[in-house]
């Protein structure tokens, strides 16, 4: 349960999640980066809860994050404590589980929110041995795989948590046969608009698959970083007017 404890005279204890520290994986490599200050609602995280599976997350939180920490807070709760209770066995139905999962964070946001609070989301378990990915897709950005036959697009598999408490998505699983390389990123990212230069609209995902698609074969931060700059130098510098996010997964040849 969330409580914020106020003194006299004194300002509300702000609650924030709890920070990532991403675990190590057997021949691969996994990576966050944002820009600036975050001002809006996206999120990730990543804990490791078997001997042989890693949890991944990211979340985009509708609203600003002054408004939206407790929800936050809630479903990295959710995420961490349900994620290790649901994968921590060594023989499970992967897709249940992350179904599973997904339904309980959706049901906690609406608790907490008294209603609906639309939250996009990527949740995947990824397994070191069998080099295999399970993932929802819940109303997010579609995440981009890359090996040696080119960058698939895993997309939607269901609506966006925190809408429905009875919806769910559907768990599918795809190999990342070594090398291969998944890159995920915010709607900040594939939303941003050209600011002060040549180029307009939005960045798009097709942008973001080009760079993806002549990137070298890196670590996850590296590569993290480069589309966000790739990002800031198409947006001409301008504000930042929403949360930039890069999550990046690399399976090492």
Known sequence: MLSHFQSAGAAPTVVEPVPTVFPKIEGADIAAVFVGKRIAGDFYDSIRVSSERVLIGLLDVAGRREDNRNLLVAAQEVFRTVGLQLFS???????????????????????????????????????EQFGTLCYTNAGHTPALLR??????????????????????????????????????????????????????????????????????????????????????????????????TALALVRAA
């Open 147 to 244: 090996d040696r036959t080119g960058i698939a697009e895993l997309t939607s598999t269901g609506l966006p948590l925190g809408l429905f408490s009875h919806a769910t998505c559907e768990a599918p699983t795809v190999g990342m046969a070594k090398p291969a390389s998944l890159l995920l990123v915010s709607p900040g990212v594939v939303d941003c608009e050209g600011y002060g230069n040549s180029h307009s609209g939005a960045f798009g995902l097709e942008r973001v698959k080009d760079f993806f698609r002549s990137a070298p074969e890196t670590a996850a931060r590296p590569l993290c970083e480069s589309v966000l700059e790739a990002v800031a130098e198409f947006s001409g510098k301008g504000p930042v007017c929403d949360d930039r």
């Open 89 to 127: 066995l060594p023989d499970i139905n992967e897709s249940d589980a992350m179904t599973e999962l997904c339904l309980r964070i959706n049901r906690r946001l609406i608790d907490v929110c008294c209603g609906v609070h639309s939250c996009p989301a990527f949740i995947a378990c990824f397994h």
